[in-house]
């Protein structure tokens, strides 16, 4: 095994893609980088270097058939990238803030026409990845969102917020609000769906984690006993 070693500043993140060929490394240095995952390869330089952002790379994801990047910045901007070329494809400007969580939507053909955004300004976002263009605005937070991801079939939105609740969405241009998943007592840091979808962890800085019912939006469990707080 080797280092990957190019970057100016600590990294943030790293994400495999989804035929686990490549790594995406993200980092404060404003740009982020493509490495061969595999161990017998060269690791001196990157396949790809994505450079145009102008604040450190909060998070970063692969569209479902790996040909795609995107990113999402401290500059309020995501942006979508071509693995094979590295070139930019569009920059997504719509948040106020940070971006702190990006997804595009899973697809069973491997191509994707939706990304998903969420930001420290109280709102996810969805996109047509074609025309770059925002299809809808999911708000109702009051605070940060954390993160947020798609259900396992994509017809949803799960996002977990600064303000104690996580919220499910609906994944299409209204961006109606289906249910408020109210009972944590502190910070909402990470939610996500079983593989079946009928079911949602969400954790929490109360300590504890809960499980819900999706279809009803209802607690069935809270976790507890951590002596701090659960961060995924």
């Not at 969405?169 to 910070?187: E, I, M, N, P, Y």
Request: proline share 3%.
């Amino acid at each position: 095994l080797k280092v990957m070693s190019h970057h100016r500043e600590p990294s943030t993140k790293a994400v495999f893609s989804p035929a686990g060929e490549h790594i995406l490394l993200m980092s404060e240095d404003t740009s982020a980088s493509l490495w061969p995952a595999s161990s017998a390869a060269a690791f001196e330089n990157p396949l790809q270097k994505f450079e145009g952002h102008s604040h450190h790379i909060t998070c970063g994801a692969f569209s479902p058939d790996g040909s795609q990047v995107a990113l999402g910045s401290g500059d309020h901007l995501a942006s979508l990238w071509d693995v094979g070329s590295g070139e930019l494809i569009s920059f997504l400007d719509g948040h106020r803030f940070a971006i702190l969580a990006v997804e595009f939507r899973p697809s069973i053909d491997g191509a994707s026409g939706q990304l998903m955004t969420a930001s420290r300004d109280e709102t996810c976002r969805l996109w047509d990845t074609q025309s770059s263009e925002c299809l809808a605005v999911l708000s109702g937070h009051q605070r940060d969102v954390l993160h947020a991801c798609y259900s396992p079939c994509g017809g949803f939105v799960l996002s977990a917020s600064k303000d104690n609740d996580a919220r499910i969405f609906k994944a299409g241009s209204s961006g109606d609000c289906l249910h408020v998943l109210q009972g944590h007592t502190g910070w909402v840091t990470h939610a996500s769906y079983m593989s079946d979808g009928l079911r949602i962890v969400t954790s929490s800085r109360d300590k504890t984690a809960r499980i819900w019912d999706t279809l009803e939006g209802t607690c069935l469990a809270s976790l507890k006993g951590h002596w701090g707080p659960v961060r995924f």
